[in-house]
């Protein structure tokens, strides 16, 4: 079965400064997606950015990007230029290519963004 | 509206009462998820329906009974609870293809509920 390991419970930014949240995975398949979603306290989740385990390129968002690292299975989360607006719960997720869509959650890290 | 909307934001129940939480859709996917989310622990997916059918249930006890009249409708209906029920309970959809390879899922914002 994936799991998906997020060590970091809580981080804690000054604002405009960059953070990274890392995020590892366990896996035997070779394809699968891999995100980050947000859920800030109005409980929205929302998805910051995707990646395709095919892709060698790392995905940017905006302020945001991933460094993918398929074979240690680590996807961190780098938010550049820190907001107020990014404080928020961050989950890393995992799913597979195929079959029907079950993703796997990590527990999160609360992200805290100091004025 | 737009994206993924849940009804009741909030809901508190006793234990023996019978309660439904209600999830509707407007991106026009063919599949709808509930999740369950406690404190300190990962999303726990609950039920999984594509093309109206249900295709995953995690060992749900039956206390919980889901309903997917149609696409864009999926219901969640409650009966005699337990106060470790209590959590946040997520919708989510996404547009699976016939081969079941999809892509992003999109949540709502979630029914907080406390069984007291």
């Known amino acids: 079965a994936q799991t998906v390991t997020q060590s970091q419970p809580e981080m804690s930014v000054q604002e405009a400064e960059t953070v990274t949240l890392s995020c590892t995975y366990d896996t035997s398949e070779s394809d699968y997606y891999l995100f980050w979603y947000k859920q800030p306290p109005s409980r929205q989740m929302i998805l910051v950015i995707r990646?395709?385990?095919?892709?060698?390129q790392n995905a940017t968002e905006n302020r945001f990007s991933v460094n993918f690292q398929k074979a240690a299975k680590s996807f961190s989360l780098k938010i550049s230029d820190s907001q107020l607006g990014d404080a928020a719960m961050y989950f890393c997720?995992?799913?597979?290519?195929?079959?029907?869509?079950?993703?796997?959650f990590g527990t999160g890290t609360k992200l805290q963004v100091i004025p | 509206e737009t994206g993924v909307t849940q009804t009741p934001r909030h809901l508190v129940m006793g234990m023996t009462n019978k309660k439904s939480l209600k999830c509707e859709q407007h991106?026009?996917?063919?599949?709808m998820y509930w999740y369950k989310q406690s404190a300190k622990k990962p999303l726990e997916l609950m039920f999984v329906?594509?093309?109206?059918?249900?295709?995953e249930n995690n060992s749900v006890p039956s206390r919980f009974s889901p309903e997917c009249p149609n696409s864009s409708h999926l219901f969640l209906h409650l009966h005699t609870l337990q106060p470790e029920d209590s959590a946040l309970y997520l919708c989510a959809s996404s547009q699976e293809d016939s081969g079941g390879v999809g892509d992003t899922q999109y949540f709502g914002p979630g029914t907080r509920l406390t069984v007291l």
């Open positions: 990646q395709e385990a095919y892709k060698q």
């Open positions: 991106l026009g996917h063919n599949a």
């Open positions: 997720a995992y799913r597979t290519s195929g079959g029907y869509q079950k993703v796997t």
């Open positions: 329906y594509n093309f109206k059918e249900q295709t």
